[in-house]
């Protein structure tokens, strides 16, 4: 496995690749790397030639009182983790190569980013689509692949692809949950383990309402409120509880044909998401 | 030469031509060609081996107040032009397939799009360069090449192409001008003939400044005053005198060093554009 940190040299070799007819395949993730992030490098390794993984723990996604300065790194354990699940290159570019002074220009979908996640935070997504974008025109990768586990990225990301004429194939791969359902994510480091233990609650909650959707529910704002109450059980608070079309994000009218419910809950200090698909007959 | 309208056609051709180990180099205009554009054309065609012109009347960037409706038109003009310059490939997209239903992503160049056209056209340069973005993922040039008459738009699109990690080479082409100076644009066709002689005091004053400075006139605004009254001696009505540093766009303190002299005037209805790019010794 090559590392490599300069922006100008993952160009080259990304040229380099395409020039001889390979297809480059590429997982961009923030390090720390868990079993959610190895299943996507699984999943694009047999989508190109060539893997590269990225890792950049990107700063103008974080918020001014997010966890940018806090979030988990450990470089060393990422190396022997991707080269493991098949990674070609590690790409590693610093900060200050990737957003130089002056930097100024920026990338946004404008609707999708308006409600569930981009409503607490509100130049999360803008973040995430320009560094994005760079990574495509560093990588140049004929393949991107993201974790459904954050389901507004990976549509905002799609849109994004899709208006922007990118030459680039997504996959979405699925959700990767702990034992008792809880989906993987490097921010559960941050969780005592006596909050690891409630944190089962927003997994069991979206399990919950698909229980009562199954049971004839047909009241949104019922099903919103027995989440809530359960996760409030676990002294989880609740940022935001959504059910939603998956292909726009607008609330649902009717439970009918396919939604999605997203939430996000503070335990303790930790922000955590998950979501569910369901595809209703009714 | 090809006449293409659909993307994804321009997007095979273009991997073909990549995958066969030629380079491409793209001339975006609005059409209705003058010798500007053709100027632009004959440069970019030195540069790659194959050439691709665009036509494309990008409807976002203009304001609601503005000459979309009215801009003018003449496709099949427009194409033995093209030919004649050296254009292999004529894409002509369709509004429609480049802003689909739901389009929503726009690249914005914030700091350098503030000042001179910016304040008066808000939303101008998130449209060309969310164009101009789509137009480098769709033909895929190696080199593209811009006019300087358009010093700001060539400014905000090298930004991008930097902050963006675009692997595109800019060139920017001199400014061809009219007998009398004045700067060619597709615009000076709403001219009358009355108006057309007007127009010349645009290139006059930015001659004046000139002259000014060379002859030790040290104060800005000494300089910006006597070329609003040329101008306005000739019923031009000014919509902007700046004289700013080329690289940010910022007024400058003092007249040393390179300094660019950038003008918006209204000759009646028509709001017309022109600069000059000044190296001084002092």
Do not use: W
Not at 66 to 78: A, G, S, T
Not at 103 to 123: A, D, H, I, S, Y
């Amino acid at each position: 496995m090559l590392i490599v940190n300069a922006v100008e040299k993952m160009r080259s070799l990304a040229d380099q690749y395409r020039n001889t007819g390979k297809t480059i395949a590429l997982v961009p993730t923030m390090g720390f790397l868990h079993e959610g992030h190895l299943s996507l490098i699984r999943r694009a390794r047999s989508e190109a030639d060539v893997l590269v993984t990225s890792i950049f723990v990107n700063p103008i996604q974080f918020g001014p009182n997010e966890d940018l300065d806090k979030y988990p790194k450990d470089l060393q354990r990422d190396i022997i983790l991707a080269q493991d699940a098949g990674t070609d290159v590690l790409f590693v570019p610093v900060a200050k190569e990737v957003y130089p002074e002056n930097f100024q220009t920026f990338v946004n979908v404008k609707e999708l980013t308006r409600g569930l996640c981009g409503k607490t935070r509100p130049n999360h997504f803008e973040g995430v689509t320009t560094v994005v974008a760079k990574l495509f025109h560093i990588v140049k990768p004929h393949v991107a692949v993201f974790g459904q586990k954050d389901a507004q990225q990976a549509l905002v990301i799609k849109r994004m692809i899709d208006d922007l004429c990118f030459d680039v194939r997504m996959f979405i791969s699925p959700i990767v949950r702990e034992d008792d359902g809880l989906a993987l994510s490097s921010r559960n480091k941050y969780l005592t383990p006596e909050q690891r233990r409630r944190a089962g609650i927003l997994y069991k909650s979206l399990c919950l309402a698909r229980e009562m959707i199954k049971n004839g529910e047909k009241d949104v704002s019922v099903i919103k409120k027995c989440m809530k109450k359960e996760i409030t059980a676990q002294q989880g608070k609740v940022d935001y509880i959504e059910i939603v079309l998956p292909d726009t994000l607008q609330p649902v009218g009717e439970l009918t044909g396919n939604i999605l419910i997203a939430l996000a809950v503070y335990i303790g200090e930790t922000r955590l998401i998950d979501n569910m698909l369901l595809h209703l007959s009714g």
